[in-house]
């Protein structure tokens, strides 16, 4: 078998993670299907969760400075009655609690969730992937060590109620599950919302179930399972500008230029909008580019695309009236198989 190194290859694929495996777990088959040392994935899925999970390949890994900002979409089973460990099914007991029959009350259920629309503080699990003094807190708690996580800020932008299920729990209680998709900002954890809802109802709560729906506008109809990554690994990326949201644009006088990493003037380049979805819509060949007419803001990153590709990500200077490289690849990253 060829050592992993450099497999030439650059470009993102959307997995849907399944339950059970560790978001490393998928990085390292990634490793595998397309022989290549430089896997990363985009924001990080607790084992329980299943779902949407970018992934870079080869250089395109730089990419990940610049694709932390999206808001994403969950759907969640919240389990009352008992506490445990890492806020989710996974974790040991540590306290059980009675649980108000109003909670099996869907009409409850759902004021209650729309009650949480909002903007506020939450203080993160134990179990989670924060560094405090170069450690992550997981590997800490997993010694025993429990960390006190400094509250985070954290918007959730809507909630859809979907029903109030009935369930055994673990010891053998009936107890009330709330199932419902929440549309909520970065740096979101959903186990915090699970337990901090508990306690605020006057009882405690985890966890049960949770899928990822969407990163920004990258949804699970975009996603593949690793089977089918590994039956056709060059079949299944994914365009980078749907996941940078930022203004960009084609590269033609310029492009020795850009190959090099050299400044740009404010002319030499014309801007398009966001793309937020396939360069070409699925029911015709229409191009989906729109010229911007919005002159470029001070600080503001572009990409530039030369031949199909991602060659470089440039950032405007206001004052000299420049754009200057902040990243440039050498083999560019993919544009996507749907081109």
């Not at 400075?65 to 099914?89: P, Q, V």
């Not at 060059?234 to 960009?248: A, E, F, N, V, Y």
């Not at 398009?272 to 699925?282: G, R, V, Y």
Request: with cysteine; glycine share 8%; aromatic share 6%.
């Amino acid at each position: 078998m060829a050592k992993r190194g450099s497999s030439g290859l650059s470009l993102i694929v959307a997995i849907n993670k399944p339950a059970g495996m560790s978001s490393h777990d998928v990085v390292n088959q990634c490793r595998s299907i397309f022989n290549e040392r430089r896997v990363g994935h985009m924001g990080t899925l607790d084992p329980l969760a299943s779902g949407v999970l970018p992934i870079c390949v080869g250089p395109a890994t730089r990419l990940n400075a610049y694709l932390t900002n999206h808001d994403k979409t969950y759907r969640m089973a919240i389990e009352f009655g008992i506490a445990t460990s890492t806020d989710d099914r996974e974790g040991n007991t540590i306290s059980s609690s009675a649980v108000p029959d109003s909670l099996f009350d869907p009409d409850k259920a759902r004021k209650t969730l729309d009650s949480l629309i909002g903007s506020g503080m939450q203080i993160p699990p134990a179990y989670s992937a924060i560094k405090v003094n170069g450690q992550k807190a997981y590997e800490q708690a997993r010694q025993g060590n429990i960390i006190e996580l400094a509250p985070r800020p954290f918007s959730v932008y809507d909630v859809v109620f979907e029903e109030v299920r009935t369930v055994v729990n673990r010891e053998g209680i009936t107890v009330p599950q709330w199932i419902a998709t929440f549309h909520v900002s970065k740096g979101t954890y959903m186990r915090s919302i699970a337990r901090d809802l508990g306690h605020a109802l006057q009882t405690v709560a985890h966890v049960a179930s949770l899928e990822r729906c969407a990163v920004g506008n990258l949804g699970l109809d975009d996603c593949v399972t690793l089977e089918q990554l590994k039956d056709n690994p060059l079949g299944h990326s994914i365009d980078p500008l749907r996941l940078l949201t930022m203004r960009w644009a084609f590269v033609r006088d310029v492009r020795e230029k850009v190959e090099h990493g050299a400044s740009l003037d404010h002319n030499d380049i014309s801007l398009n909008l966001p793309l937020e979805n396939d360069m070409f819509s699925a029911e015709c060949c229409t191009s989906s580019v729109f010229p911007s007419k919005t002159p470029p803001q001070d600080g503001e990153v572009v990409a530039l695309v030369v031949d199909r590709k991602v060659k470089a990500l440039y950032e405007y200077c206001q004052d000299k009236q420049r754009y200057k490289a902040r990243c440039v690849f050498a083999i560019g990253v993919e544009r996507g198989t749907g081109l």
